[in-house]
């Protein structure tokens, strides 16, 4: 008893360094535009979003209000449980390892670079981003996804998907009008 309440301690734990880290970078995003990384490992596969602020939950900055501060904690509660996000085969028989959400902020944009949606070009963005671990007792068997993601996030237009498998690699892009991907063979 004493060793499982260790680990998930651990598991506890490591979220945090995690995300200090991913917070010195964010990237340049395209609003409506999320990114979907798998890769596969054996059994497992990690999953990695990265999604604007306003796909998520509709603003980006910081949270000004107490209606914007439960946005963004629904939202984090919403993006720990990944599998009812993306949608495997039961057959598969997939659990969530482990799930880490932050949400970053940016550096506000030196030199006012245009901005494509009319914000403010010096204003800060921020993005949600997650890291999963997945895994299954027959991977073999996940071959589709259905994106519930756009269900819960109606700002969110499309995610680009990015796989990676025993060497191969498959990029596609999965947009709100069509939300599944057929996965055959690429896991
Ligand atoms: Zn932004």
Not at 93 to 99: L, R
Not at 171 to 184: H, I, K, Q, S, W
């Amino acid at each position: 008893m004493a060793v499982m309440k260790f680990s998930v301690l651990v598991l506890m734990v490591l979220p945090v360094s995690l995300t200090a880290q991913g917070a010195e970078v964010l990237q340049e995003h395209e609003h409506g535009t999320g990114i979907l990384k798998v890769t596969v490992s054996g059994p497992e596969f990690t999953l990695s979003l990265a999604a604007p602020g306003v796909d998520i939950v509709g603003f980006e900055g910081p949270a000004a209000t107490d209606d914007d501060r439960s946005l963004v904690a629904g939202a984090i509660s919403d993006l720990s449980r990944p599998l009812e996000l993306f949608l495997v085969p039961e057959n598969g028989g997939c659990h969530t390892v482990s799930a880490n959400v932050a949400l970053v902020d940016g550096a506000p944009e030196q030199g006012g670079e245009a901005s494509d949606d009319g914000s403010d070009g010096a204003a800060s963005h921020t993005e949600f981003q997650a890291e999963y671990l997945i895994h299954c007792q027959d991977i073999q068997a996940v071959d589709e996804v259905q994106f519930a993601y756009f269900d819960r996030f109606p700002n969110a237009r499309t995610l680009r998907v990015h796989i990676q498998s025993s060497g191969a690699e498959n990029l596609f892009d999965v947009v709100r009008e069509t939300p599944m991907a057929n996965l055959a063979g690429m896991l």
